[in-house]
């Protein structure tokens, strides 16, 4: 049996028809650049995440770097966050002219050690981007209380996040804005590129829908230098389909999760849900002493896996170049050794979940 880590084609197939009515209906208008469906889909997102404001992008990069310019960080000054994370989460601060000051994960989660914020935080400190990694939200009521008590700003990464809360609250609905990635692998993603920025602030909002248009306010007026950065028609039209089933989505991948968690060998670490946190899988990671004897094994046997990811950002050269700086953290350079992400998609066929279970128990006997 060949288990892909991921199969996009099974979902086209599935919902091809209305995916492809949608498209038709956008070159019947001929609208491609910020239609009514980026607007819906902003207006949609904002309400689904309990905030007041959505402003489309072009991808996931762009809504941090759109959302951290919008807070005004600046050259010299300082964000806090995780190093265990895409490449682009650092590499917008760094763009920016700024330093990313890196606190250790913890082990349970892989989310920013909330223990270890305070004593990172300077003078020079303005903001603190936590991830929602692999769809586990981060400590942020933890966060948000560190953050009301030195006058720093949220900007959370929800990258991999949208759906996934704490109690009833919702990721990207803590700090002054939430970014999103609708890259094609991510729960909720598009066919093609595409981000938003979330925000209860209308003075954020106003910002950040300044910044993606060339800093305009109107049409060949600029305020300030901007970016070309905006979520086309077609795409937001796919994703407002999408989003009508983003329970259903999410709540299948948590059903796969379960299954794995209740049949894989406890002779892995699997992933750790906090109680109230309401994980929404979009990545199913687990650790290993042999992950790359199990890795190798499994593809073998015609199962995809991913390493998320094989280098913490603080050991990346990029990165260290700029910084100048070396730092221990233990937990995120051990995961980093130790992380293998098995295959978590709807589509996944229930003898295709049964086979890797049986494939990762079978390596363990």
Do not use: W
Not at 126 to 139: E, N, R, S, Y
Not at 218 to 238: F, M, P, V, W
Not at 286 to 297: A, M, N, P, Q, Y
């Amino acid at each position: 049996m060949k288990v892909k880590m991921l199969d996009l084609t099974r979902e086209y197939k599935k919902y091809r028809k209305e995916y492809v009515d949608a498209i038709n209906n956008i070159f019947d208008k001929g609208n491609f650049i910020l239609g009514e469906e980026v607007a819906n889909l902003e207006k949609y997102i904002a309400e689904y995440v309990g905030v007041k404001y959505g402003v489309g992008v072009g991808n996931g990069t762009d809504a941090l770097l759109l959302s951290l310019r919008a807070a005004g960080i600046k050259e010299e000054d300082e964000v806090i966050t995780t190093p265990f994370t895409f490449f682009a989460t650092v590499e917008t601060i760094l763009q920016l002219k700024a330093m990313p000051v890196f606190v250790d994960i913890n082990y349970d989660d892989y989310t920013i050690d909330v223990s270890q914020i305070e004593k990172k935080i300077t003078k020079k400190t303005k903001a603190i981007l936590p991830v929602h990694i692999f769809g586990h939200p981060a400590d942020m009521v933890e966060i948000e209380k560190i953050a009301k008590k030195y006058g720093l700003l949220i900007i959370e990464d929800c990258a991999q996040s949208l759906g996934a809360k704490i109690d009833e609250r919702k990721c990207g609905n803590f700090g002054i804005a939430g970014t999103i990635s609708f890259f094609p692998t991510k729960n909720i993603g598009c066919a093609g590129d595409g981000g938003m920025v979330v925000t209860d602030s209308e003075t954020f909002y106003r910002k950040v829908k300044t910044l993606r248009v060339h800093g305009s306010t109107e049409k060949y007026i600029h305020e300030e230098i901007g970016y070309n950065s905006r979520l086309d028609t077609l795409q937001a039209s796919l994703l407002i389909l999408k989003m009508k089933r983003i329970e259903e989505i999410n709540g299948r991948r948590r059903e796969i999760a379960k299954n794995y968690n209740l049949n894989i060998t406890d002779k892995v670490k699997k992933p750790f849900e906090k109680k109230g946190f309401y994980h929404i899988y979009h990545q199913y990671s687990i650790l290993t002493e042999k992950r790359d004897k199990l890795k190798d094994f499994l593809k073998e046997n015609g199962i995809d896996t991913t390493v998320y990811y094989p280098l913490p950002l603080h050991k990346q050269n990029a990165v260290l170049n700029i910084i100048k700086k070396e730092y221990s953290l233990p937990v995120s350079e051990e995961v980093s050794k130790k992380i293998l992400s098995l295959p978590i998609y709807p589509e996944l066929e229930d003898e295709e979940i049964l086979y890797i279970i049986e494939k990762v128990n079978q390596f363990y006997d």
